[in-house]
């Protein structure tokens, strides 16, 4: 049976290892480049188990999720996303509560103001951009350097993160800092792609990461 696109994906096959939090965040941490969500349900009961979903604000968004993370490598299981069904019990609900408080959500859901944020930092890069001789810039080559980010931040979290880009290689992390890291790719054509889509993404609510070029 095919179901009718709508913003909500239900994905399932999911690592039954992972923890709720961590499982919810590195959801996140994928599924945030394709627009805004709305929230993010991961449930442990039995019947649950493996499953999740992943509530869009546009329907666009969760139809162009479903057609390029389907099959993804997800903690080393391949995914399976298809819209949720309209009538599901959790989905509604969780659909009522944001039509029918959607100005006490604001304060408590940083996720929900992204756009703003997104036209904020174009401003930002944009002002980058005209001056390019900032001090703190390096030029352009292969080499990120992640700063910013959140005590959890792991290896895995970032590759999936970064290995959606083409001419991804690696992740290195730096032993006993969690807050930095670098990621190589094979040019600095491909690199810099990378920067300017992920710049001043949340991995966290409260973490924005900022990448520069490395050092060389």
Do not use: C, W
């Not at 049976?1 to 992972?18: A, G, H, S, W």
């Not at 499953?51 to 969760?62: D, H, L, M, N, T």
């Amino acid at each position: 049976m095919d179901l009718r696109p709508n913003q909500t994906i239900y994905i399932n096959n999911l690592n039954e290892k992972i923890k709720k939090e961590e499982l919810k965040k590195s959801l996140y941490a994928i599924f945030s480049q394709f627009g805004q969500i709305l929230d993010i349900v991961a449930l442990k009961t039995l019947k649950m188990r493996g499953q999740a979903f992943v509530i869009f604000k546009e329907i666009a968004s969760a139809s162009n999720a479903l057609r390029t993370m389907q099959g993804f490598p997800f903690y080393d299981k391949p995914m399976r996303i298809a819209y949720a069904k309209t009538d599901s019990d959790i989905v509604a609900k969780i659909k009522g509560t944001f039509k029918e408080r959607p100005k006490k959500v604001r304060p408590s859901k940083p996720v929900v103001t992204t756009d703003d944020k997104k036209d904020k930092k174009k401003k930002a890069s944009n002002a980058e951009n005209t001056n390019p001789n900032t001090q703190s810039e390096q030029p352009p080559n292969q080499i990120l350097f992640l700063t910013n980010l959140p005590e959890e931040t792991n290896e895995m979290m970032l590759s999936m993160l970064f290995n959606q880009f083409p001419g991804f290689k690696e992740v290195r992390l730096v032993p006993n800092r969690h807050d930095i890291a670098f990621v190589e790719f094979a040019t600095e054509l491909q690199s810099n792609a990378a920067k300017e889509a992920l710049q001043g993404f949340k991995i966290t609510p409260s973490h924005a990461m900022k990448i520069t070029f490395a050092k060389k």
